[in-house]
């Protein structure tokens, strides 16, 4: 999988205006996935696994939407996380650790393996919160070398 695969598909990647307003409400819902994951702890490794990952892929979906980049390909989106650590935007600890979680989640939700969750809150929350700070801090001159890069 690529980033250049990821264009050509019908809702792969796609340069959009930049929307604060929705990396604001993927931010706040990558929050409210954390508190639910805290609810369901021990009642279910489905949803467990589930909601983890979710609660990370909303945290790169917001950053996205503050570049201004639309994805409804998870593969992809997991592709140009790739691409945001390979850019210094994010930690490369980010991608392997969403690329991993997918894994997880399609195991358990699909294949219904039951493996075990390993889930730290306040790495969790560090995840959220460092993205939630490169959103409020990246400039337009980053966003827009980015968008740029990307097309190529």
Request: glycine fraction near 2%; aromatic fraction near 10%; charge should be positive.
């Amino acid at each position: 999988m690529t980033i250049d695969w990821c264009f050509k598909q019908r809702n792969g990647i796609k340069i959009i205006t930049i929307n604060d307003n929705l990396a604001d409400e993927y931010i706040r819902t990558a929050e409210e996935t954390l508190d639910v994951l805290k609810s369901i702890k021990g009642k279910s490794k489905v949803w467990l696994a589930t909601t983890k990952y979710y609660c990370k892929y909303f945290a790169v979906y917001a950053l996205l939407m503050k570049i201004g980049i639309k994805c409804e390909i998870h593969e992809c989106t997991i592709e140009l996380t790739k691409y945001l650590a390979e850019k210094d935007i994010i930690p490369l600890e980010f991608y392997e650790s969403l690329k991993k979680d997918k894994k997880l989640r399609i195991d358990n939700q699909y294949y219904l393996k039951n493996r075990e969750v390993d889930v730290d809150y306040n790495s969790l929350l560090i995840y959220v919160l460092r993205i939630k700070d490169i959103i409020n801090t990246i400039s337009i001159e980053k966003i827009n070398n980015l968008r740029s890069e990307i097309k190529l």
